[in-house]
């Protein structure tokens, strides 16, 4: 069976940090491109960083870039988001997903249905 299991949400100050992990399983992770996504409240889903299986290629929203990193160890069946100088705009659900692409930015910057994806752990950034 197949499962995107996400942790290490929570609710944290304004400038402070997060660590996300994904425990994938039930498939082979390292033939998948991986993402991260989120969903504030009454908006679209949107791509916050994604990386390819194959080539350590990455990409991160515009307004991401310079705070969050995205890691994978294949051997663990995990993925990573790290992320830093956390603003009020990063409140929202962040989901983690994979799926067979061509490029991390087609991944990130379409919300495909039939990846796998995970239940979604809430992160909320408080002033």
């Known amino acids: 069976q197949v499962q995107l299991v996400e942790s290490g949400g929570g609710l944290v100050q304004v400038g402070g940090s997060l660590r996300l992990s994904c425990a994938a399983s039930?498939?082979?992770?390292?033939?998948?491109?991986i993402g991260w996504f989120r969903q504030a409240p009454g908006k679209e889903r949107e791509g916050v960083s994604c990386?390819?299986?194959?080539?350590?290629?990455?990409y991160y929203t515009d307004s991401v870039k310079g705070r969050f990193s995205i890691s994978r160890d294949n051997a663990k069946n995990m993925v990573y988001l790290q992320m830093n100088n956390l603003n009020a705009e990063d409140t929202g659900v962040y989901y983690c997903s994979a799926g067979h692409w061509v490029t991390v930015k087609a991944m990130c910057t379409s919300v495909y249905k039939y990846d796998y994806w995970g239940q979604g752990t809430q992160v909320t950034v408080s002033s």
């Open positions: 039930g498939f082979t992770l390292n033939e998948y491109f």
């Open positions: 990386m390819s299986n194959n080539n350590g290629s990455t």
